[in-house]
């Protein structure tokens, strides 16, 4: 069996092949995982130094979005 994981500090994702199982399945299932956990926006969020400024800012917007949904 194989595995196809992606490490992060604080969680770990992992996908294990089946015996009849391609690895396009594997590959699609581990990206559905890697997706729902939020890893990639994550890794984008950190990707560049943020400011005290422009976190506020992103809060605020964010905060502007969630209200407008509810």
Do not use: C, W
């Amino acid at each position: 069996m194989e595995t196809i994981d992606y490490e992060d500090k604080a969680r770990m994702t992992q996908v294990v092949l089946g015996e009849n199982e391609g690895i396009d399945s594997a590959l699609r299932r581990f990206k559905r995982q890697v997706s729902k956990a939020g890893i990639l926006a994550d890794v984008k969020y950190h990707r560049h130094f943020e400011t005290p400024l422009e976190k506020r800012k992103r809060k605020a917007v964010a905060a502007r979005r969630k209200r407008r949904f509810k």
